[in-house]
């Protein structure tokens, strides 16, 4: 495991400046972006190593049956079937991990519905775009009630814990 430290196969909530990652429709596609709240961690995500090294990014949640894998395109980021996904470069940094291909990293439009924007895309914001993965998810009740009711998506992933009153 490089210093990234993503086991291939298991379920993590990437997110960015404090707000995860979700899948909206538009266009009769899935698109994805930012969520709308900071500390919404969004839909969970699972990476597969492929033999080259690169990973292939499965979302946990979409509204088409099949549609599941992160693609890039001159748009954005969309989900589409395995065999048309983007394989994606995954770098540790200091503060977490950056994806992209080449030279160019995952970020998202700085204002407005904050799409995920592709690597180069005039479009994008390019201030530091560095992705941290959060595995287990832990929650007090009182905070998840309210998650919940603000749009935490994929609530399979998330571990309740009691805290004493």
């Known amino acids: 495991m490089p210093g990234h430290g993503i086991v291939s196969g298991n379920k993590y909530f990437l997110t960015c400046q404090n707000r995860g990652v979700k899948a909206q429709t538009s ?3 899935d698109w ?49 079937r395995w065999e048309s996904a983007t394989p994606w470069e995954v ?12 030279t160019h990293t995952l970020n998202a439009l700085r204002f407005g519905e904050r799409w995920l924007g592709g690597p180069g895309s005039k479009y994008a914001d390019h201030d530091d775009f560095t992705w941290k993965l959060i595995k287990n998810v832990m929650f007090p009740i009182k905070v998840a009630e309210v998650l919940i009711g603000k749009g935490l998506h994929d609530m399979s992933d998330v571990e309740f814990a009691l805290q004493p009153v």
């Open 27 to 29: 266009s009769r596609w």
């Open 91 to 102: 770098h540790a940094t200091n503060h977490g991990i950056v994806i992209g291909k080449g």
């Open 32 to 80: 994805l972006r930012l969520t709308e709240t900071e500390g919404d961690f969004g839909q969970a995500v699972i990476f597969h190593e492929n033999p080259d090294g690169l990973f292939t990014i499965e979302n946990t949640h979409s509204n088409y049956d099949g549609y599941r894998y992160w693609s890039l395109d001159h748009d954005g980021v969309y989900l589409d």
